[in-house]
C-alpha cells in the first residue's frame, strides 16, 4: 500500500508501507454484549475498506464470524485458518478462502506466517493466549511484527495494568511495550500497525 504525505510547500514524499495482511485474534462465542460484536463487524469492514487482508480463525461464530463476515461484504480478502476438530464447534465461514490443518499449533503458526501485524479484539482464554505467544516470541526477538489491542469500554485495560506491572517488576523492559498498543477504534488500531512499518521510498 502507499499514499501520498506533504513533506513541505513544494515536495510530496512517497510513504510505502509493508502491512498487507492484518491477523485478528478474538473471541468466538455470540453470547457477548452486541458492542464487542459491532466492534468486530467496524474492523473487517475497515481492514477491507482499506486494501488489506483479514487472517483469522476461520469460525463463522463471535467475533471471528462477525469480523469476517463484513470483511466479506466489502469486497475484502479474507483467509480464515480452521483446525479440523474445531469444524463443528466454531462453523467455518464458507464465503471466504480456508485453509483446514490439524492442530492449534498449525493454526498459530500458519497465522502469523501469513499475516504482517496483529489486532487483538476482545475474547477469552484462547484470545489470550494468541496474543501473549505472539508477543513471547516478539520478546524473544524472534519477530518484529506490530500488534494492537483493540476494545470498547476498556476491556483490555487489566491487561495494561498487569504488564506495566511486570514491567515495574523488571521482569521485561520498559521499551518492549513499544511492540503493542492499546487503541479504541479500527483506524488508531490500523495506523498504529502502519506507524510501526513506515519506510520512506
Known amino acids: 500500500m502507499s499514499k501520498k504525505l506533504s513533506a513541505g ?3 510530496r514524499v512517497e510513504i510505502m508501507t509493508s502491512i498487507k495482511s492484518i491477523c485478528l485474534f478474538c473471541g468466538s462465542s455470540n453470547e457477548v454484549e452486541k458492542k464487542y460484536l459491532d466492534l468486530a463487524d467496524e ?3 475497515y481492514i477491507a475498506s482499506h486494501g488489506y487482508r483479514l487472517v483469522y480463525g476461520g469460525g463463522g461464530v463471535g467475533l471471528m464470524g462477525a469480523a ?3 470483511a466479506y461484504q466489502a469486497k475484502g ?3 480464515g485458518i480452521m483446525p479440523r476438530f474445531l469444524l463443528q464447534k466454531e462453523r467455518i465461514f464458507d464465503d471466504v478462502e480456508h485453509r483446514i490443518v490439524d492442530t492449534m499449533h498449525e493454526r498459530k503458526q500458519m497465522m502469523y ?3 504482517d501485524a496483529f489486532i487483538v479484539l476482545p475474547g477469552g482464554i484462547g484470545t489470550l493466549e494468541e496474543a501473549v505467544e505472539v508477543l513471547s516470541w516478539a520478546r524473544l526477538n524472534l519477530h518484529a511484527k506490530p500488534m494492537a489491542f ?3 469500554g476498556e476491556f483490555w485495560k487489566p491487561f495494561f495494568e498487569l504488564m506495566d506491572h511486570i514491567v515495574k517488576g523488571r521482569f521485561t523492559p520498559a521499551e518492549f511495550l513499544d511492540q503493542f498498543t492499546h487503541t479504541t477504534s479500527p483506524e488508531q488500531a490500523v495506523r498504529a500497525l502502519e506507524d510501526r512499518f513506515v519506510q520512506l521510498k
Request: proline share 0%; glycine share 6%; no cysteine.
Open 9 to 11: 510547500s513544494d515536495k
Open 68 to 70: 469476517a463476515r463484513a
Open 150 to 152: 483493540l476494545d470498547s
Open 113 to 115: 506466517e501469513e499475516s
Open 77 to 79: 480478502e479474507v483467509l
Open 43 to 45: 474492523l473487517g469492514t
